[in-house]
């Protein structure tokens, strides 16, 4: 009889089957019953598809951020987006009344000039026997543009006057304001071109590519969009504003009351900038010196006692300090440092610096603006 603790040889294949669900007696490696079952299977399984969801997730999330960089850094899809879009924005002259035409939103420089009252002038003057000879018709972007409340791209001049012509085109009279005005870049001193921005749009002189969006300054826009944040927070911080000159343009020219009420507005201010950046071509360093050129020509200076509203730097070194502008542009060319410079530097910058509030810094708050200058 052999031992009790003595191996007997078995065959597995004489073995009973062990039933379903049979406990097993004995250590079992690691992960091998959760293999064995179905659900377990399944499990692995969602687990690893669940792995790749994410890494699907990585992936196109740094794929997209990737883009994004590249995007703030070069303005490639925006060059692309609004060449296409000003592709499409045209007018043609033809007789009779226009069955496509829109007009712009009462706005500071629509209202002066009239642009918005066209409508009111036009039926005023048929009851009076007037006919309407020629009007222009607005192709269907153009249309959607303006009804929508985005300033067209066109070629906007930067002074006012009156030009009255005779029925054979002949000239009866003309009057324009060309010497509060600055005609091109090269004519401003590059003291006032370099102050200017400092003080307001430093990216606007340093574009990283020749077809870079001049209407967008991401970090500064970023920043602006953090305090904003902020401060509806009721954290401590001073809100800024991240609105480029292209876009300050905009807001003075053509929105309702020259300000900024809603992101939707300052959505639109955004897209009528980019449009006329790109409405010769995507190359913008042409048209980065013309909005360097329109500010300082147009940018509003509350208005005066006696003088009324004022528009520009030269009619507000005029109208404020009684500076002539050609003075004023001699003054700042002069290589070296004079008293008469000083005096110009001054003035100009205190100008500069009262564009965030023009009527309380160059009205009752005068002695603030000294304290800044």
């Known amino acids: 009889m052999a031992p009790s603790n003595t191996p007997v040889a078995r065959n597995p294949e004489q073995e009973p089957a062990a039933k379903a669900g049979a406990r097993v007696e004995g250590p079992v490696p690691l992960g091998l019953t959760h293999l064995s079952s179905p659900a377990s299977r399944v ?17 196109a999330f740094l794929v997209l951020a990737g883009l ?3 995007e703030i850094h070069t303005s490639l899809l925006q060059s692309w987006l609004f060449t296409r879009v000003n592709e499409q924005v045209s007018y043609e002259l033809a007789a009779g009344v226009s069955p496509s035409i829109a007009f712009p939103r009462p706005a500071p420089f629509d209202g002066r000039r009239g642009y918005s009252k066209i409508p009111s002038f036009q039926t ?10 020629q009007q222009a018709r ?29 029925f054979d085109g002949a000239p009866l009279f003309r009057y324009a304001q060309s010497e509060f005005l600055f005609e091109k870049i090269d004519h401003i001193p590059p003291l006032l071109v370099k102050t200017l921005l400092f003080l307001e749009n430093r990216d606007l002189g340093r574009p990283s590519t020749s077809w870079q969006n001049p209407a967008i300054e991401w970090e500064r ?17 001073a809100v800024q504003g991240g609105s ?4 300050q343009l905009e807001k003075f ?28 071509g995507k190359n913008t360093r042409a048209w980065r010196e013309r909005i360097i050129v329109d500010y300082l020509n147009t ?26 502008l050609s003075e004023v542009v001699a003054a700042l060319n002069a290589p070296a440092m004079t008293p008469a410079k000083v005096r110009a530097f001054k003035h100009v910058l205190a100008l500069l610096i009262s564009v965030r509030a023009p009527s309380v810094f160059l009205g009752e708050e005068r002695a603030a603006l000294d304290q800044k200058v």
């Open 43 to 59: 499990f692995v399984f969602l687990n690893k598809r669940r792995l790749k969801v994410w890494l699907l997730w990585v992936i």
């Open 68 to 70: 994004g960089l590249v």
């Open 124 to 133: 005023r003057l048929q009851t009076q026997g007037y006919q309407l000879t």
């Open 138 to 166: 607005h192709s269907e972007t153009l249309l959607n543009l303006i009804r929508r409340g985005v300033s067209p791209p066109y070629d906007e001049r930067p002074g006012t006057g009156i030009d009255i012509r005779g």
């Open 221 to 237: 826009l970023f920043k602006a969009g953090l305090l904003y944040i902020g401060s509806k927070l009721s954290l401590p911080v």
């Open 244 to 247: 480029t000159l292209a876009v």
């Open 253 to 280: 020219r053509h929105s309702p009351n020259g300000r900024t009420d809603t992101p939707v507005e300052k959505f639109r201010q955004v897209v009528s900038a980019s449009l006329k950046a790109y409405r010769e």
């Open 299 to 324: 940018v509003p200076l509350a208005a005066a006692p006696g003088y009324g509203e004022i528009h520009g730097l030269g009619e507000g070194l005029h109208a404020w300090f009684g500076m002539p």
